[in-house]
């Protein structure tokens, strides 16, 4: 069952690897080249709501999310934003079963109405997966558009020898 601390797994640093289809809505298109991004969580509402912000210096935009954990539904709420758009896009709701959670939405892209689904799994302490996939006809079938991997950074060891001044 989904609790005020399902995400919280994913409070502090990240690095990310990125793979996107070419044309989101089109299952046979070719997967871009992957590409990194940096991200930062933190909880707010004692862990009932988070939010992060990644940089993704490839395409040139940064994006927000806001999570809200809604205590009478048990469920989540997912809501984007990018700095390319200045746009609140519709949230994706959902809950997480064990380690993986699913969320779904409405929304437009490219003039079409769509399904959304966000899907986290493999939750660890130092990684996770994030799968975004549209559907064009009400959810019976899906394309995967996006998949992002998250890993905790490196812990750089302390700095050694005394400072010099």
């Not at 609790?3 to 640093?13: C, I, K, M, Q």
């Not at 004692?46 to 040139?60: C, K, T, W, Y």
């Not at 539904?73 to 079963?97: E, N």
């Not at 064990?98 to 892209?109: S, T």
Request: hydrophobic fraction near 35%; charge should be negative; include cysteine.
């Amino acid at each position: 069952m989904s609790t005020a601390h399902d995400f919280d797994f994913l409070h502090g640093e990240w690095q990310g690897s990125h793979r996107r289809r070419t044309r989101f809505l089109d299952p046979a298109s070719a997967w871009e080249p992957a590409f990194p991004s940096t991200s930062h969580c933190r909880p707010l509402f004692g862990g009932a709501a988070n939010v992060d912000e990644i940089d993704m210096p490839h395409l040139g935009y940064k994006g927000l999310t806001l999570r809200l954990f809604e205590p009478s539904t048990r469920q989540w709420s997912l809501h984007w934003s990018s700095s390319a758009t200045g746009r609140l896009f519709p949230p994706v709701v959902g809950r997480f079963t064990g380690d993986r959670g699913e969320f779904h939405g409405d929304d437009v892209h490219d003039g079409h109405e769509v399904r959304v689904r966000f899907v986290w799994s493999g939750v660890s302490a130092t990684a996770a997966r994030w799968e975004q996939a549209f559907s064009p006809d009400g959810g019976d079938t899906w394309v995967t558009n996006w998949i992002m991997d998250f890993t905790r950074p490196p812990v750089l060891p302390p700095a050694s020898g005394t400072p010099s001044g």
